[in-house]
């Protein structure tokens, strides 16, 4: 009986030490809980108990610690962008707005002559130009973001549009001074995609290089593989890396003082329509050129 009592004895005072153990252990977690959430650490909860259960009650704990602290890194990055957006919006806007207000009030001048009068108005219908651009491309790329547009997916002459697409900025390329070289292959390629989301992709790309590029334009169209691939490369000035990893960024440009009025959207809007159109895009920068490629699946007639 005794030898009972004394086994049930060293049972309940093991047990004890076990509950005082993970009774301490558990403060300990609250500690580490609360030192984690109020500082900027990469800290994981750590247990000094060697258990399964615990270890896996841990586990999902810094699980969940990470995931939280991924979602507050999204969240102020989205912020930042956000503020970056208001910002860069009210720039261009203000901008041409302030120019207009400008060269209304020179306008009123009574000793203005006939020549001034002409250019100055002229001016002012370039600013009005360029904030209706803007205007467009931000309900262009909200209507994009939000899916709104409704994507017609057909096979279309991918070569007939460059074509087309190429032949309609023919002036602009006379008054820039463009040498456009154009290569394509010898059959037209046919992809499937939305006809007038791929107009609108040529068109960004074409006015990107008139106005960041310099003299000289490659387009190329051709097929490799099971993939058919769409080249546009200029001649440009330097571009570092993180340039050309952030080109596709909404309202980022290379040109820092927004001097050259572009809104940084047309680049965004391209890679969202190409992605929209199971495409993929890429920009790179190599030896003085600055090119995009783009890459879509070639068109298979699927059997009924």
Do not use: W
Not at 154 to 183: A, P, T
Not at 215 to 225: F, P
């Amino acid at each position: 009986m005794l030898i009972i009592i004394t086994i049930l004895s060293i049972i309940v005072i093991f047990l004890i030490i076990k509950l005082l153990l993970y009774k301490f252990e558990l403060k300990n977690y609250v500690k580490q809980l609360k030192f984690i959430q109020n500082e900027d650490t990469n800290l994981e909860i750590t247990t000094q108990i060697s258990s399964k259960e615990i270890q896996a009650v841990v586990d999902e704990m810094n699980v969940f610690i990470n995931n939280n602290k991924q979602f507050k890194r999204e969240i102020r990055h989205s912020n930042l962008i956000f503020k970056q957006t208001i910002t860069n919006v009210s720039h261009d806007l203000r901008t041409p707005l302030t120019s207009i207000s400008g060269y209304l009030k020179m306008l009123q001048s009574k000793d203005l002559d006939e020549h001034k009068r002409i250019e100055y108005i002229n001016a002012i219908n370039n600013r009005i130009e360029s904030t209706k651009k803007l205007i467009s491309q931000l309900f262009e790329y909200t209507r994009i973001e939000t899916g709104e547009i409704n994507f017609d997916i057909q096979k279309v002459n991918f070569s007939e549009i460059v074509r087309q697409k190429l032949l309609s900025y023919y002036e602009s390329f006379i008054e820039k001074s463009f040498q456009v070289s154009l290569n394509l292959s010898a059959s037209d390629i046919f992809i499937k995609a939305d006809a007038e989301a791929l107009e609108r992709v040529i068109e960004n790309l074409v006015a990107n290089a008139l106005i960041h590029g310099e003299k000289e334009l490659i387009v190329e169209l051709y097929k490799k593989n099971e993939n058919v691939y769409f080249v546009m490369e200029n001649l440009s000035y330097d571009i570092d890396k993180e340039e050309i990893d952030n080109i596709f960024d909404r309202f980022y440009t290379t040109d820092k003082s927004r001097t050259k009025r572009t809104t940084g959207l047309g680049l965004s809007i391209t890679k969202r329509l190409v992605v929209h159109m199971q495409g993929k895009i890429n920009a790179y920068y190599n030896m003085g050129r600055f090119g995009i490629e783009i890459c879509f699946p070639v068109y298979r007639r699927t059997l009924q």
